[in-house]
């Protein structure tokens, strides 16, 4: 599982647009500068009792979480 400082720093080192990110099971959906950063969560809901996954739009470099 990546730490909260090896996404920002991959973030900060200007190379990507979106970093994905996951296994955690919790919702991540933010900015870091200009870097989409996105853990869309648990598709299955067994832990979390919350099923959901991410669409991004690539346009607007914009994810939105969508609950099942």
């Known amino acids: 599982m990546p730490k909260q400082e090896t996404i920002d720093a991959l973030a900060e080192s200007g190379k990507f647009d ?6 955690t099971h919790l919702i991540v959906n933010r900015k870091h500068k200009d870097v989409l950063i996105l853990n869309p969560g648990e598709l ?11 669409i991004i739009d690539t346009e607007t470099m914009e994810a939105e979480i969508i609950e099942l």
């Open 18 to 23: 979106i970093i994905l990110s996951g296994h």
């Open 44 to 54: 299955c809901g067994y832990l979390t009792d919350k099923p959901t996954f991410a």
